[in-house]
């Protein structure tokens, strides 16, 4: 057994369990991970965020002193990126005394993270490059939904990567869709899973969204989610992106983000800001029990 001190937080209502490991000690596996995150038994949260300096993650090579974002799914799997969960990881490191200044670098597996803690209380995070697949390169993957009375719908999915994968939808039905269980693509495809997004256009500037999110399962927000839909809307509609950012409001069920598009030059990746609320709930502590 061991106690773990710990924060709860959410990003639009996608929640974490937060907690500071900074001699890299606590590294939780799987079975821990699903017990921290279990809604009954546990805390309960959509993942598990740990606070380690770089230093102790081995694929990190960048500053061995930055405060590195130790992401698990609620499933204990390991993930790359999380949109919501980096904001709430700032806004835990601010709030915990672990940084004093509101603009901080973090590492994460998709590479360093620029955020800053606005006036406002929303947390503005730069999300690094944003590659919507398409044509030849990479083309549409059907994504099928389970039975929601009318029968399984497929859909032709954008492939998009934000650090991690997506397949973006576009649908008007976004409010009827059966997300209780996970929906499904061809054999081959995703071998690593996918954040599937299913996605309705208000206009060139304002879309709603829901997802289901690898190991996980359907979210109130994701993130990087946020970030994928923005950039396969901008292709759909065919919205030209230059070096002014182009902001697209993203409407989740768990609320209201903003995210920035953007590219230096013709030649150049397009790039993502992602601006909205993160919130710390409470703090605690919990034993958790030899669960091998």
């Not at 904001?87 to 915990?96: G, K």
Request: charged residues 25%; aromatic residues 6%; negative net charge.
């Amino acid at each position: 057994m061991r106690d773990i001190t710990f924060a709860k937080g959410h990003g639009t209502r996608n929640d974490f369990v937060v907690f500071t490991d900074q001699a890299g000690m606590l590294d939780l596996d799987p079975v821990e991970v699903r017990f921290l995150c279990d809604r009954r038994g546990g805390v309960g949260a959509d993942g598990l965020l740990r606070a380690v300096r770089g230093k102790h993650i081995p694929e990190w090579d960048g500053d061995p002193d930055a405060w590195f974002m130790d992401y698990r799914n609620a499933d204990g799997s390991v993930a790359e990126m999380c949109g919501n969960g980096v904001r709430v990881f700032v806004r835990y490191l601010y709030e915990s005394g672990l940084v004093n200044d509101r603009e901080i670098e973090i590492g994460t597996r998709a590479g360093a993270r620029h955020a800053v803690l606005l006036p406002d209380e929303r947390v503005r995070v730069e999300m690094g490059p944003v590659r919507v697949h398409d044509g030849a390169l990479a083309p549409t993957v059907p994504i099928t939904v389970a039975d929601d009375g009318r029968g399984p719908r497929t859909w032709q999915a954008q492939p998009v990567d934000v650090g991690n994968p997506h397949a973006v939808s576009f649908t008007d039905d976004i409010g009827v869709l059966d997300l209780t269980r996970q929906p499904t693509w061809p054999v081959g495809e995703f071998p690593h899973g996918v954040n599937a997004e299913f996605v309705r256009i208000m206009d060139e500037g304002h879309v709603g969204m829901r997802v289901y999110e690898r190991g996980v399962g359907e979210t109130e927000s994701c993130g990087t989610g946020t970030v994928a839909v923005a950039a396969a809307t901008a292709t759909r509609l065919g919205l030209g992106i230059g070096p002014e950012e182009r902001r697209i409001r993203v409407d989740v069920p768990g609320g209201v983000v903003v995210v920035g598009l953007s590219r230096a030059s013709a030649d150049a990746p397009v790039t993502a800001t992602l601006t909205g609320p993160a919130q710390l709930v409470y703090r605690g502590s919990i034993v958790i029990p030899d669960l091998a």
